[in-house]
C-alpha cells in the first residue's frame, strides 16, 4: 500500500502564494494518479488538481485554473501543488489522494489511498 502525507500549509495573507507537498511512501507512484483536493468548515470535498504519475498529464478543475500548478518528482516520489494569488476563500484543509490507474481524473470515488490534511489559512 502507498501512504501519503501532506504538507506545507499555513497562514498567508491574501494574493499570497504556498506551495504544498504530497509526500508518498511504501511503494513508488508509478501507475498512479493523485489528485489534491480541499474542504471547507461546512463545505464539500472539493477536486482541485490530479496528476497521472507516469507520464505527468495534469487536469485542474474550477478554482484552480489559472492560479494552481500540480506537478510532480518522480525521484523523490513526490506531488506538489503550487497555488497562487490565494484568496481567503480558499481557506481549507487541503489533502491529497491517490489510485492505482492512468488519469488524470478527479472523481473522488476512484480514490483509494488518501492522506491527512494541511490546514491553509489566508487572511483578508
Known amino acids: 500500500d502507498v501512504q501519503l502525507q501532506a504538507s506545507g500549509g499555513g497562514l498567508v495573507q491574501a494574493g499570497g502564494s504556498l506551495k504544498l507537498t504530497c509526500a508518498a511512501s511504501?511503494?513508488?507512484?508509478?501507475?498512479?494518479?493523485i489528485g489534491w483536493f480541499r474542504q471547507a468548515p461546512g463545505k464539500e470535498r472539493e477536486g482541485l488538481s490530479s496528476?497521472?504519475?507516469?507520464?505527468?498529464?495534469?487536469l485542474l478543475v474550477g478554482s484552480a485554473k489559472g492560479r494552481f500548478t500540480i506537478s510532480r518528482d518522480k525521484a523523490n516520489n513526490t506531488v506538489y501543488l503550487e497555488m497562487n494569488s490565494l484568496k481567503p476563500e480558499d481557506t481549507a484543509v487541503y489533502s491529497c489522494a491517490a489510485y492505482l490507474g492512468r488519469g488524470p481524473y478527479l472523481t473522488t470515488v476512484l480514490y483509494d489511498y488518501w492522506g491527512k490534511g494541511t490546514l491553509v489559512t489566508v487572511s483578508s
Open positions: 496528476i497521472y504519475f507516469n507520464d505527468g498529464r495534469t
Open positions: 511504501g511503494r513508488t507512484l508509478d501507475d498512479f494518479t
